[in-house]
Each structure stands twice: as structure tokens, then as C-alpha cells.
């Protein structure tokens, strides 16, 4: 229909070209206004989430992918593509970042039910949700890699095809030791600038790593500061030469080396400790209840590399990894969320029969309501499957597979045995650093030893709410006491224990969403007993020595320092139970029976009271019809599987009928899509 108006318009114009000119103008006006309604159809169509088609392939760690010299220049030389395209067009850099949280608009005339962000954080979504997300992106760029790959002269174009049909997003794993001699972030990620040698000879760019070029910044960027900042920070410090905020990467890396452990140690005890989908996928407090083991998630701690990316510092009172809704413009993001997602599939091949049970949506969000209940049939939205408007559900994305991509260590021929073994090579206790220790004079952390027999495991574990204050803060446990005249030093401090961060948003205002997070305490002890500080680690000896030495602080954004009994609904304990050595290289250790409280460790220290958990943190959840009318899972039921799918229909356009009218208003004519 469309084809033959266009038709019809240039056989009018072309036979009547006795009219006068400013008919003719009339006429130019009309086929342009037409032009933009057919745009604006084409906009409204969905667009399906497949991931890169063909081969299917392994998204590789960011170091290795570098290694593949023209696969790196193929990933460069796109993403540099990819963030140069308008920021109107719906698959842009920017419009598939703004999908996360700011601009606060829909995406591709989507219908919203609130003016807000589509991430489902605080909720089992959290890592379904991601998936399709990143797969988006992915198959977006890869349209960038295949114009790069179009440049290349015929003698050529079959190796980078070749490169290109295999290539997909890398990850940061960040928690894994660094090669020999480097630092905790790779140089990938710092670099202003990058060299590569791509189809058409080799060129040096600016790294679009180190970050994304509004053009132009969007007023809805969380107002002053974020609407006048052109480029993505990290860290912001002030040029004083360039009159300019800019970011600190150098910073941003010994903060990395002074906390890897410590995450590291979260990432292990996270895949050696919980079986149960709902408990360890989000840092929801609801969804741990009723499990004393289990204090941590794999969302928790993906908000502390958010926080330790973006910094607390600057006139925004943080960089923009710092802030949810601004987090994915960072092209360190996307690096981020990969390797959430690899954490997924990996613990996916672990626990294969435990998967997204009902959950609550715990804030307001683009297409949900606060309250709200959800399960594995909620679709995923915005991500389609096609191009009729099917959302993706969890059922959908249960394996990488279904969006043509998988991991190194989740490749076909993975098991349980391969992931654990994987998973104790990497993030085990035998996992040293070869990083140089005497570099700039640093004190690094200990890096801990394997289990022994009559060994114990030590928390500090935490309940905080997520909104507590008007954006993102900083729990950061040590030994002994820091100085508060410069609380940017305690990220580095040689007495640092590790952080908690807890990745918020500026105006959701103290409203109460209960989380969990956590430090380990038992690698830094483990040292203590290595220099002859601490004599051994039997509770007794450790409650003695950490009454005297655990201190904690908080710092939120704007690197303002909060006492910690002022923090709204903070809790700090210390847990404790004794842990069996694993009996062979591919088995975890085990944590014995149910984590004692140590009381008497943080008794009287500030918010050094235990939680205890009420008996629905959430309030009663409103069910839409259909759904199944489940009480909040605890441990102990927590359906993956539920009988009753969600009764929550796709939009379709299908029903839609599109008027074209010209630049005046006046009818042209309809279409039914
Ligand atoms: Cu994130």
C-alpha cells in the first residue's frame, strides 16, 4: 500500500509538470510527511531479540577476545560504529542503553505504564531480564561489525567475515586473578585511546571502552549535572587544566585490587553455597528468609562493581555506573553484565532444577507496578521474539543457546563436575595473584589458603534498604580504625576487609526496600593467623579478636560520611559455622549445619544489631488475575516452575490503524498493520 501512494505521488508529479511551483512544493512537503509517518511504522514494529545468527559461538573475557587480533579490531571499530549511530534510531548505543533506566521515555513506541526505567532490579527478573538485554545489544553491534566487515577490499572480506560470523560480546570477569603483571582492570577498558588494525588498514581511535559520546546529552539524564556531562565518567575527579570533570581509571583500578578478593570470595561462596534460584539470584531480603546460610547474591554483588566503577565522588555525587539509571551509557556496563549473566548460565549447570519462582516487583518500573507479582511466564519486556510483538519469558532464555551464544565454561559438553571444577580454579581459595605486590608501594590483600579440617567460615552480614538515602552508599568493613579525614582512602586502606555496595538511584527517596549483602571475613582472617596477629581460627579466639578490631563505616554519594545507626534499617552481624574441605577437585567445600550469630562481636557497636526477619518484608503482594496466589518464597517453597502461566498478554499491533496525514493534518489516507 505504502510502495503504491509512493507510486502514484511521483506518477502525479512527474505527468503534471505544467503545475506551478508552489504546487510542486506542496507536493515535495507531502511525500516527506509521508516519509516520517513511514518511519515512525516502521519504529512501531517490534524488533526481535535473536542474538547474532549463524555459528553458534562463545562469548570469550575480554583479555582472551583481544588476543584474536581481527576479531578485537571487528569489536573496536563496530562499537566505535555502533555509538556514532543517531540516538533517535531505536537500535543505537544510546537508545538500547536508554532502555535500562534514563531518558525516562518508552523505547521503539512501546506503551509504558510508568515514565521510568525498564530493569527489574531487587526481583528473581533481575537475571532473566538481563539476558535478552544483552543479547540486543549484541545483535545490534554485530549490524555495526558486519558494515566494518563491507569496507574490506575483495582479497580480504572472507577472513573478516570469517571473524566477524564467530565474534561476540566479551566479558569482565573481575573476580578472576588478572594476567601476570597486570592490574585487577584491564587496559582495554582505561586506554583513551586504541590502535587496531582492522579491514581497511590499522588506525588509532578513541578507545569507545573508556566511554560513550552523548551527542547531544539528554535533558532527562537525571538533571544538572547529567544533562551537561558529553561523555560517560568513572570516578570523577576535576582537571583543573581542562576546567572539566573527567574520569579516574588509574583510581578505579587500585580500588579493583584492594577489593578483588573480597569479591572473589562473595563469587565463591555464591556458587558453593546456595541451591535455590530466588536466594541467590537477588539481594531481595524476602527471598532469603527463612535461610541463615544465605546472606549474599549474585545481584549484590554485581551493585559493589557498580559502585566501585562509578564512584562516589564529583558534582553528580558519583559517576554514572554509580547511578542504575544511568549505569548502562558506561561501555564497562555491558563488559559488567556479561560476566552477571556468565555467572547465570554458569550456575545454571550447577543447579539445572531450580529456577524464577513468583517474586515481587519491588519498585515501579517501565512496564510493572510496585507490588506486583511475577513469575517465569512474565514477559520480559521490551524484548520480542519475533516480530509480532511475543515476549521473551524466563521459560524462554533458560539457556544462552536459545539467543545463539554460550561461555567458555558452559559449553555443550559442560556438566556440573566441569562448572565446579571451573568455578574452584577460578575463584577458589588457590586462585593467587601474580599481580606485583610492591607495586607503587601498595598493600594488597591476603589471598587466602584452601580449607583445612576444623576450619570455620566468618561473615559480616548485612540488611540495609536499597532507597535509603537519594542515591548509592558504601559499607566498608576493617580491622582496627581509619582515619575520616579523607574517606576516599579507605577503598585503598591497607586495613580494609572489603565493601558492600549498594547501587540506588536519586529520587526514590527513603522508601523501604529490604535487602542483604555481605563481606567475608575469613581470607583476611586467615592472614591475621599467617603474620601471628590472630592465634587461630576457632570462634572463640576470632569473636575476641574482631570485638576488639571489626569496625565499619558509610559512606553515600557526594563522598559524604553517614554514622552508621543514622543509615535507615542497617543491621551488622557477624556469622559463623564450621566448613568441610572439599573431597575432590570438581566438589565444594561444605558449610556445616546453620551460620551461628556471633552477637557479642558487634554488640554495641553502631547498627551492630542483629536483623530479624519480619514475617513478609514486602507487605501481602497484589496478584493480577491468573497468577498463581503463592505466598513470597522462602527456602522451603519456591515453585520454578509454576502451573498456572501469567495472565498478562502482549500488546499487538496488529489492530492498529495508522492514519497518514500531511504536515497540515489533512487526511491522506489509513493502513491497517
Ligand atoms: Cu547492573
Not at 578507545?207 to 538533571?223: A, E
Not at 561461555?407 to 599481580?435: C, D, I, M, Q, R
Request: aromatic residues 12%; proline residues 8%; charged residues 15%.
Amino acid at each position: 500500500m505504502l510502495v503504491a501512494f509512493f507510486f502514484f505521488l511521483n506518477a502525479a508529479v512527474a505527468s503534471h509538470d505544467h503545475l506551478h511551483h508552489k504546487r510542486d512544493h506542496v507536493v515535495a512537503a507531502r511525500l516527506s510527511a509521508i516519509e516520517e509517518k513511514a518511519d515512525l511504522l516502521k519504529r512501531a514494529n517490534y524488533i526481535a531479540t535473536t542474538g547474532i545468527k549463524g555459528t553458534l559461538s562463545p562469548r570469550l573475557e575480554i583479555r582472551n577476545l583481544k588476543k584474536n587480533a581481527d576479531q578485537w579490531a571487528l569489536y573496536i571499530l563496530g562499537m566505535a560504529k555502533f555509538q556514532a549511530m543517531s540516538q533517535s534510531d531505536p537500535l543505537s548505543y544510546y537508545q538500547i542503553a536508554g532502555i535500562h533506566g534514563r531518558p525516562f521515555v518508552t523505547w521503539n513506541q512501546l506503551p509504558e505504564v510508568n515514565a521510568a526505567g525498564m530493569c527489574p532490579h531487587v526481583s528473581t527478573l533481575f537475571w532473566p531480564w538481563h539476558r535478552p538485554y544483552l543479547a540486543m545489544f549484541e545483535q545490534a553491534l554485530f549490524t555495526q561489525v558486519q558494515a566494518v566487515v563491507n569496507t574490506a577490499p575483495a582479497s580480504t572480506k572472507s577472513r573478516w567475515q570469517n571473524a566477524a560470523n564467530t565474534l561476540r560480546i566479551p566479558y569482565w570477569d573481575w573476580a578472576a586473578v588478572p594476567p601476570s603483571g597486570e592490574g585487577d582492570v584491564p587496559t582495554a577498558i582505561r586506554d583513551q585511546t586504541v590502535t587496531v588494525t582492522g579491514p581497511t588498514g590499522t588506525q588509532t581511535l578513541k578507545n569507545p571502552l573508556y566511554q560513550y559520546t552523548f551527542h547531544p546529552p539528554s535533558n532527562d539524564l537525571g538533571g544538572s549535572p547529567f544533562n551537561t556531562w558529553t561523555t560517560t565518567i568513572r570516578r570523577p575527579y576535576r582537571d583543573n587544566d581542562q576546567q572539566a570533570w573527567r574520569s579516574n581509571n588509574g583510581e578505579f583500578d587500585s580500588v579493583m585490587n584492594s577489593n578483588r578478593v573480597s569479591l572473589r570470595d562473595r563469587v565463591y561462596n555464591l556458587f558453593i553455597n546456595n541451591a535455590n534460584f530466588a536466594q541467590v539470584s537477588t539481594e531481595a531480603t524476602g527471598t532469603n528468609t527463612g535461610n541463615p546460610n544465605s546472606h549474599d547474591s549474585f545481584e549484590s554483588t554485581h551493585d559493589s562493581i557498580h559502585v566501585i566503577s562509578g564512584g562516589d565522588t564529583g558534582p553528580a555525587g558519583g559517576g554514572d555506573m554509580y547511578y542504575l539509571d544511568l549505569s548502562a551509557f558506561d561501555p564497562v556496563f555491558w563488559l559488567h553484565h556479561a560476566n552477571v549473566d556468565r555467572q547465570f548460565a554458569m550456575w545454571q549447570v550447577i543447579n539445572p532444577n531450580t529456577y524464577v519462582g513468583n517474586g515481587i516487583i519491588t519498585q515501579n518500573n517501565w512496564q510493572w507496578n510496585s507490588g506486583e507479582m511475577k513469575n517465569s511466564y512474565t514477559p520480559l519486556k521490551p524484548f520480542t521474539k519475533d516480530t509480532k510483538g511475543t515476549y521473551f519469558t524466563s521459560m524462554d532464555i533458560r539457556k544462552t543457546t536459545a539467543l545463539n551464544y554460550y561461555y567458555p565454561e558452559t559449553n555443550s559438553g559442560a556438566t556440573a563436575s566441569s562448572v565446579k571444577s571451573a568455578v574452584n580454579t577460578l575463584y577458589g581459595p588457590n586462585s593467587k595473584s601474580t599481580f606485583k605486590r610492591d607495586v607503587a608501594g601498595r598493600s594488597l590483600p591476603y589471598e587466602g589458603r584452601p580449607v583445612r579440617q576444623g576450619d570455620h567460615e566468618y561473615l559480616l552480614t548485612i540488611n540495609c534498604h536499597k532507597f535509603a538515602f537519594d542515591g548509592s552508599y558504601t559499607i566498608l568493613a576493617f580491622l582496627g580504625n581509619v582515619s575520616d579525614a579523607n574517606p576516599q582512602a579507605w577503598y585503598t586502606a591497607p586495613n580494609l576487609i572489603g565493601i558492600n555496595g549498594v547501587l540506588a538511584m536519586k529520587g526514590m527517596g527513603n522508601s523501604t526496600v529490604p535487602i542483604e549483602g555481605c563481606i567475608p571475613l575469613t581470607t583476611t582472617l586467615q592472614g591475621k593467623v599467617a603474620t601471628g596477629e590472630l592465634e587461630d581460627l576457632t570462634p572463640y579466639k576470632v569473636s575476641h579478636y574482631l570485638k576488639q578490631h571489626l569496625t565499619w563505616r558509610v559512606l553515600r554519594y557526594g563522598n559524604v560520611v553517614v554514622p552508621a545507626d543514622e543509615v535507615p534499617g542497617l543491621h551488622l552481624a557477624v556469622s559463623t559455622c564450621p566448613v568441610e574441605p572439599a573431597k575432590a577437585a570438581d566438589e565444594f567445600p561444605t558449610w556445616v549445619g546453620t551460620m551461628q550469630i556471633m552477637a557479642n562481636v558487634t554488640a554495641g557497636k553502631p547498627a551492630g544489631n542483629p536483623w530479624t526477619p519480619p514475617a513478609n518484608p514486602y507487605g501481602t503482594p497484589s496478584s493480577p488475575s491468573g497468577a498463581p496466589s503463592a505466598p513470597y518464597p522462602t527456602s522451603s517453597n519456591v515453585p520454578w516452575n509454576p502451573s498456572v502461566p501469567e495472565d498478562e498478554p502482549g500488546y499487538c499491533v496488529s489492530h492498529q490503524t495508522i492514519e497518514y496525514v500531511d504536515q497540515d493534518g489533512n487526511f491522506l489516507y489509513s493502513e491497517k498493520s
